[in-house]
T-cell receptor, first 113, second 115 residues
């Protein structure tokens, strides 16, 4: 079954600093990959997705992610974080029951002033 | 309109109650999903509907009963729940279930507490 792993449970970044959140996938063929963000008590918002094609994908809120087949990774990046970026970030892939999403355990992002 | 709405926002129920969660989208999507999210955990898939037909049931107990009356509406009927069923229930929709069309939009969720 397809799965994703987020190795970092918590990440603390200073406001204005750059950010990289890690995601590794486990699948032989090209996977469908997503990054979602969830603020406390809220639903999930899609930041970006990768299906095929250009391996560097741009998303909303200034986020981007790069698909690297050689490293089985799909890391999320942002050049300069804002305090409002503090949230839970989930990497996900299609594979839960084939049509549903299978999520990583999430990375909790803390922004220091 | 790229919004998925869910009602109610919060629900408190006893173990003998019967209640329903409602989800609605007007994006013309033909796939709809229920996920369950426990505190500090990722969402877990419960059910998938494709063209108003149940296509996936992830071994969910029968005390959860989904219903898709039309392409815009998805319900989750709850009966005889247990305290461990307390969670955030998230609804999502996508154009279709197949990969290239499976970009899922989520609603804000219903926070369920079972006493």
């Amino acid at each position: 079954a397809q799965s994703v792993t987020q190795p970092d449970i918590h990440i603390t970044v200073s406001e204005g600093a750059s950010l990289e959140l890690r995601c590794n996938y486990s699948y032989g063929a090209t996977p469908y990959l997503f990054w979602y963000v969830q603020s406390p008590g809220q639903g999930l918002q899609l930041l970006l997705k990768y299906f095929s094609g250009d391996t560097l994908v741009q998303g909303i809120k200034g986020f981007e992610a790069e698909f690297k087949r050689s490293q089985s990774s799909f890391n999320l990046r942002k050049p300069s974080v804002h305090w409002s970026d503090a949230a839970e970030y989930f990497c996900a892939t299609l594979g839960g029951g084939a049509d549903g999403l299978t999520f990583g355990k999430g990375t909790h992002l803390i922004i220091q002033p | 309109d790229t919004e998925v709405t869910q009602t109610p926002k919060h629900l408190v129920m006893g173990m003998t109650n019967k209640k329903s969660l409602k989800c609605e989208q007007h994006m013309g999507h033909r796939a709809m999903y229920w996920y369950k999210q426990k505190a500090k955990k990722p969402p877990e898939l419960m059910f998938v509907y494709s063209y108003e037909k149940l296509s996936i049931n992830e071994s969910v107990p029968s005390r959860f009963s989904p219903e898709c009356p039309n392409s815009s509406l998805l319900n989750l009927h709850l009966h005889a729940l247990q305290p461990e069923d307390s969670a955030l229930y998230l609804c999502a929709s996508s154009r279709q279930t197949s990969g290239d069309y499976n970009e899922q939009f989520f609603g804000p969720g219903t926070r369920l507490t079972v006493l």
